[in-house]
T-cell receptor
């Protein structure tokens, strides 16, 4: 599974847009990019998954450039409740072992 | 629909004792996974069930850990005998598709195990 690199932490304020970038230089042709969110005392929660270009759902957008060596999770207008750890994971469609890194700890302040 | 449920939420046991963790996946999800995070480390895969069969147990740390999923519904993870290094949070996840599919995996809130 491709190794991912993401910032250890980020700070933001309520109402701002937050972009978290993940590097995955060794991504394979069959690999998808998936993001999970984890609140304290809870399990990770699936946010979004994509293969290329842009994917948007009710929670976030995922931007993937043509070379797919990185991806950016975009959270529009964050609130205090978006304070969490965000994990970027890479694997093929059948990947049955999620490989978690250290994630990005996002702190949203008033 | 109900999510993935784990019992107990917390467990404190003495070294050498036995503990059994339980996971109830989302109804109809054939795929069930166990993960754990030990202190200061990243979340690590333990094993994967497809219905009642173990698809991949490459992450199980040693033979003190035994996972079962009789009948392909709920699963148990038994640690016997427990050691101090087994302390951590044990997560269960389930999915309809083996790769998580469009909706990814659904995780439970975890069982925090403390071995003293």
């Amino acid at each position: 599974l491709a190794k991912t690199t993401q910032p250890v932490s980020m700070d933001s304020y309520e109402g701002q847009e937050v972009n978290i970038t993940c590097s995955h230089n060794n991504i394979a042709t069959n690999d998808y990019i998936t993001w999970y969110q984890q609140f304290p005392s809870q399990g990770p929660r699936f946010i979004i998954q994509g293969y290329k270009t842009k994917v948007t759902n009710e929670v976030a957008s995922l931007f993937i450039p043509a070379d797919r060596k990185s991806s950016t999770l975009s959270l529009p207008r964050v609130s205090l409740s978006d304070t969490a750890v965000y994990y970027c994971l890479v694997g093929d469609t059948g990947f049955q072992k999620l490989v978690f890194g250290t994630g990005t700890r996002l702190l949203v302040s008033p | 629909e109900a999510g993935v449920t784990q019992f107990p939420s917390h467990s404190v046991i003495e070294k050498g004792q036995t503990v059994t963790l339980r996971c109830d996946p989302i109804s109809g999800h054939d795929n069930l996974y166990w993960y754990r995070r030990v202190m200061g480390k990243e979340i690590k895969f333990l094993l994967h069930f497809v219905k009642e069969s173990k698809q991949d147990e490459s992450g199980m740390p040693n033979n003190r850990f035994l996972a079962e999923r009789t009948g392909g519904t709920y699963s148990t993870l038994k640690v016997q005998p427990a050691e101090l290094e087994d302390s951590g949070v044990y997560f269960c996840a389930s999915s309809q598709d083996p790769g998580g599919g469009y909706y990814g995996y659904t995780f439970g809130s975890g069982t925090r195990l403390t071995v003293v």
